[in-house]
């Protein structure tokens, strides 16, 4: 199958400083690419969608401007977790959607990065 | 109203045995795709099986098995011969296809006891 690549895996910053989390998808190009955000033993919460070329689509209750997507290519997706604050503490992980298959079967997603705030 | 529903918060099971886990999900789109995906403790999400609303029959992956009750709007994955690996969450997910969103449970955690 497809392979989406997400990096790092686990980052512990300071709070106050900004974090990038990046996700290629390595072998097709996506012109979608999902964040999500998963607190521990719950399911993933979908934060955003983000469409190459274009601005991000945030769901309900995501602040845009400190949650900031880039998707500047059809192979990378970053998001940046600006000013982090301990209760940005969460596991964040991406998916992609094949940009060349008209009702992609299924979506690939990134390992998932730990970020701990401290 | 909940896309997708998972009733079942934990589930355990013996070794070798077959377990059945729940999902039911919402949907007034014709077209849609059903998914199943394992998310063992390191965090990545395994897709496991693919049900598209049309197929006329169960999909079958090695030892997963989706019995796929289109009228009930349920979607159960049967895992057969549990084993140790076996012991994850698992999430059920629905994929309308007047959209790319993907709506997902919130997950049953699977243990199999040895």
């Known amino acids: 199958g497809a392979v989406v690549s997400q990096h790092p895996s686990r980052v512990i910053c300071k709070s106050g400083t900004s974090v990038k989390i990046e996700c290629r998808s390595l072998?097709?190009?996506?012109?979608?690419m999902f964040w999500y955000r998963q607190f521990p033993k719950q399911s993933l919460m979908l934060m955003a969608t983000?469409?190459?070329?274009?601005?991000?689509?945030?769901e309900q209750g995501v602040e845009k401007d400190k949650f900031l997507i880039n998707h500047a290519s059809l192979t990378l997706s970053t998001l940046t977790v600006t000013s982090a604050h301990p209760e940005d503490s969460s596991f964040y992980i991406c998916?992609?959607?094949?940009?060349?298959?008209?009702?992609?079967?299924?979506?690939?997603f990134g390992q998932g990065t730990r970020l701990t705030v401290v | 109203a909940q896309k997708i529903t998972q009733t079942q918060p934990g589930m355990f099971v013996q070794e070798k045995e077959a377990v059945t886990l729940d999902c039911t999900y919402d949907?007034?789109?014709?077209?849609?795709?059903l998914f199943w995906y394992k998310q063992p403790s390191s965090g990545e999400m395994i897709f496991l099986i693919y049900?598209?609303?049309?197929?006329?029959q169960n999909a079958t992956e090695g030892r997963y098995s989706l019995n796929f009750q289109k009228a009930r709007k349920s979607a159960n994955l049967v895992i057969s011969a549990s084993q140790l690996g076996d012991s994850a969450m698992y999430f059920c997910?629905?994929?309308?296809?007047?959209?790319?969103?993907?709506?997902f449970g919130t997950g049953t955690s699977l243990t199999v006891i040895p």
């Open positions: 997910a629905m994929r309308e296809n007047t959209g790319n969103q993907f709506y």
């Open positions: 983000s469409n190459e070329g274009s601005k991000a689509t945030y």
């Open positions: 072998d097709f190009q996506a012109t979608t």
């Open positions: 949907t007034s789109d014709p077209s849609y795709g």
């Open positions: 049900q598209g609303s049309y197929d006329q």
């Open positions: 998916s992609a959607l094949e940009s060349s298959t008209q009702g992609s079967t299924e979506a690939f």
